[in-house]
């Protein structure tokens, strides 16, 4: 009689045990669907951009895209160079300067992905690699021309100076710290989220190599 009472007790605790695990489980779980559907929000809000949410690597959210392209850092710099052509012995310089003004950002039409995991409530976030999207020339100025004695200064020398200028100015911003600018700034506004606010968030990126978009 005793052990069938003590056996009884048993069986009673686990049944306990099992249904409080469960509502420990469902509601962990709800917490976490909460949480992801508030972060779509809050990127669709900021971002014009829906990211591909994932709940313990199932898929709770699709990712939707409404634009293009995000410049989350901008620089301005100055930049000068000297054309120089010779022939027939003959040489003709021409020096320009000019004003030009770039941005990095993100391409939205690659994936944004966010993970989360129900039993730590990690979130990591995989962002595209930042990217160089335009670099404009705002302003330009001849500083200095001198044609040769048969090799004259015309127009043309002007425009393939100016070519060789916004060159220039493509190199300086790539070899710039403008992509880890674009990349502070991004993490910054992220991390800035209500839904994330408490949660431990890792944030990566997808490899790849640097490429400029929309220069010419």
Not at 78 to 85: Q, Y
Not at 179 to 196: C, P, S, T, Y
Request: aromatic share 6%; proline share 3%; glycine share 4%.
């Amino acid at each position: 009689m005793k052990t069938r009472y003590i056996l009884l007790v048993l069986v009673t605790m686990l049944i306990c045990f099992i249904l409080a695990l469960q509502f420990f489980v469902y509601e962990s779980a709800r917490a976490v669907r909460e949480i992801s559907h508030g972060i779509s929000q809050e990127f669709k809000n900021a971002f014009d951009t829906t990211p591909l949410i994932t709940v313990n690597n199932r898929v709770v959210v699709s990712e939707s895209h409404a634009i293009a392209e995000l410049a989350t850092a901008s620089r301005t710099l100055s930049t000068e160079t000297t054309l120089t052509s010779t022939w027939l012995h003959s040489t003709k310089t021409i020096s320009v300067r000019g004003v030009f003004v770039g941005k990095a950002g993100f391409d939205l039409n690659e994936s944004v992905k966010i993970d989360l995991r129900t039993t730590s409530k990690q979130v990591t976030i995989t962002l595209p690699e930042p990217k160089i999207l335009s670099v404009e020339m705002t302003q330009s100025e001849i500083t200095d021309q001198q044609g040769g004695i048969v090799n004259w200064l015309s127009p043309d020398d002007y425009q393939a100076a100016l070519k060789q200028l916004n060159d220039v100015a493509k190199q300086q911003l790539v070899a710039s710290s403008i992509q880890q600018a674009a990349k502070d700034e991004m993490e910054k506004r992220i991390r800035a989220m209500a839904a994330l606010k408490g949660l431990p968030v890792k944030i990566q990126y997808e490899p790849g190599p640097i490429i400029i978009r929309k220069l010419e």
